[in-house]
């Protein structure tokens, strides 16, 4: 599904309208609440195929539908890096010396395996409970 401005949510109650939008303030709190966990789901995950940059990041959480700003990923990044789930490595290569390529750790491999499992038993209960209720 995709969001480019706000999130959509399904409305639990019966026919009509199924989508109601949410409002910026309450976005903001799932946001804060909610949706931080899943990019640094996403980061980790990114960082296991290969090292990423802040700029490449940011661009595939937008493709994902999450609008957020540099402001919010680096130092999201750097919490990361901080809880020793990430390591960075400044101007790779010789390039530009702001760029930064982060690598996920051993302990960010057993991090993402972890959270990894809880998805999946969260999903076994809310995504069947969801499919139920569109059938
Ligand atoms: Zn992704």
Redesign the pocket.
């Known amino acids: 599904m995709r969001h480019r401005a706000g999130v959509w949510a399904r409305q639990g109650t019966s026919g009509g309208d199924m989508n109601m939008h949410i409002d910026n303030v309450e976005t903001k709190l799932i946001t804060r609440e909610i949706l931080l966990g899943f990019w640094k789901v996403?980061i980790l995950?990114?960082a296991k195929e290969g090292p990423v940059v802040g700029m490449w990041m940011l661009q595939?959480?937008r493709?994902?539908g999450y609008d957020l700003s540099p402001g919010t990923l680096y130092p999201l990044l750097q919490r990361m890096e901080q809880n020793g789930w990430l390591r960075s490595e400044s101007n790779p290569g010789g390039g530009p010396k702001s760029r930064k390529n982060y690598y996920l750790t051993k302990k960010g491999k057993r991090v993402l395996n972890f959270v990894k499992d809880r998805l999946r038993e969260l999903w076994e209960e809310v995504g069947d409970e969801t499919a139920k209720r569109e059938n």
């Open positions: 996403h995950h990114h595939e959480l493709r994902h």
